[in-house]
């Protein structure tokens, strides 16, 4: 009779072997090659995201589907609190977002009238009475989402645990007085959550968004295309920034080419085809002027250009040093054709709905030197600015992706090592937990990107 022999294992390797890997558990799978099955379909829970606009939000009771879950919102005690509470009644199930606010600070299920307060309390039966015996017991309490208001935007806490400080996960200046935000929070995306941000994250502008109406009338030319290079993205706690902040090119990368107003491709072929935009550019260059709005200036260097957790581009920039303006009536002429693309800020939020259903919210902060500047802004945005940026520019993103395969092999490109880093940086957050340490090395002035792409899409 052959023995097999024992065999000795240490705690870590048995814990390894034993314990599974679970959402926010504290044990991170290896992030080495494609890691894409293991990104959370519904986006990461413990973090704070944009519910809804505030004046959504009257007399009636509002649903909102948020990362799977079913929200009933409503109008708190105190005025301007909005309250959130799972869309479920601990009863028999019924929705609470269809029933009413006869009391301040309340809703009552549609079904039996249990009436629950802003901390998701039980606090009255109206089909039992006064004397109902099942009033406020334990287990008879809806679940409660803790919710701010900034900017006319209500903010959610999705997670179990304790709330993170609001200034981790929302940016500076929703708490900048000075600062008016127009949002839109009325487009859908047939696509998963992580889809729609890694659209921002890549050298797909100068080509997919060439016939962007801005660019058609106001640019020079369709882009020659100058994004070879690559660059290691900037690590900054909460996310990654993007060239516009502090991301770096690798040491003995070539310098950027001049930029050539068309590239030759051999054998005849050339891009763009033609030149024949500057045509007619000098003559829409001051309406596109006109339609601008000034931005916010971020303080603090991770609200600068980048993305950050739970699932947001924004597209800040830093103190800049003064510069000498041209003569005033020249500036429509000196400025880019599409450098009002953003109105403002532009921040973009994919924010999970369902699996392959993701609200996308615009986001346009803008400081205005007195309320006639202010007036004008809001004139633009409500007659061009929405349409421009969030439907005609934003939606040539959505036509791709709507029939996009996020489930078959890919080669990366060195202008992906964005995509790269944030995938493992989801990953490690959804397993291991929000403050669960991400192993990433910020270098001064870079290093190469093309050995950690290309091994990420083997």
Request: glycine letters at 12%.
């Amino acid at each position: 009779m052959t023995q097999t022999p024992s065999v000795s294992r240490t705690e870590q390797e048995v814990h390894e072997v034993t314990e599974p890997y679970a959402p926010n558990g504290g044990r991170v799978p290896k992030l080495s090659g494609d890691i894409r099955h293991l990104i959370p379909k519904l986006g990461l829970r413990e973090y704070w995201y944009p519910l809804c606009g505030a004046g959504r939000v009257g007399k009636k009771p509002l649903r909102i589907k948020m990362l799977g879950e079913d929200l009933c919102l409503f109008r708190g005690e105190n005025k301007g609190e909005i309250v959130a509470l799972g869309d479920v009644c601990p009863h028999r199930g019924a929705r609470l977002s269809e029933g009413d606010c006869h009391f301040a600070g309340t809703v009552a299920c549609p079904y039996h009238g249990w009436v629950f307060d802003g901390t998701g309390k039980n606090v009255a039966v109206l089909s039992e009475g006064p004397q109902s015996l099942v009033c406020g017991k334990p287990g008879t309490e809806a679940r409660h989402y803790p919710t701010v208001v900034l900017k006319g935007i209500v903010w959610g806490w999705m997670g179990d645990g304790e709330p993170a400080a609001l200034e981790e996960d929302i940016p500076e200046e929703y708490f900048d007085p000075k600062v008016h935000v127009f949002f839109n929070e009325r487009i859908y995306w047939r696509t998963n959550w992580e889809v729609g941000l890694e659209n921002t994250m890549d050298a797909h502008v100068q080509y997919l968004h060439r016939d962007y109406l801005m660019t058609l009338l106001g640019g020079e030319t369709v882009s020659a295309g100058r994004g070879h290079m690559g660059a290691r993205p900037w690590f900054t706690g909460y996310g990654f920034l993007l060239g516009g902040g502090r991301r770096r090119a690798g040491p003995g990368a070539p310098m950027p080419a001049p930029a050539v107003k068309q590239a030759d491709y051999g054998n005849g072929r050339k891009w763009p085809k033609g030149l024949w935009r500057k045509y007619w550019r000098w003559f829409f260059k001051p309406f596109f002027y006109l339609m601008g709005a000034t931005g916010p200036t971020m303080q603090q260097e991770r609200w600068r250009s980048g993305h950050q957790l739970p699932g947001m581009v924004h597209g800040g920039r830093g103190p800049m040093p003064p510069t000498k303006k041209p003569f005033f009536l020249l500036r429509p002429w000196k400025q880019s054709g599409d450098a009002n693309i953003s109105f403002g800020l532009y921040t973009r939020y994919t924010v999970p709905v369902e699996e392959w259903l993701t609200r996308v919210w615009y986001m346009h902060p803008v400081v205005a030197k007195n309320r006639f500047v202010l007036a004008w802004n809001w004139l633009v945005y409500w007659t061009w600015a929405r349409w421009s940026c969030d439907y005609n520019f934003s939606q040539q993103d959505m036509s791709v992706m709507l029939n996009l395969r996020y489930d078959t092999p890919e080669k990366l490109s060195v202008t992906d090592a964005e995509v790269v880093q944030w995938r493992r940086l989801v990953v490690t957050k959804h397993f291991g937990g929000r403050d669960y340490p991400f192993s990433y090395e910020n270098r001064e002035p870079g290093v190469p990107v093309d050995d950690e792409v290309m091994a990420a899409s083997s």
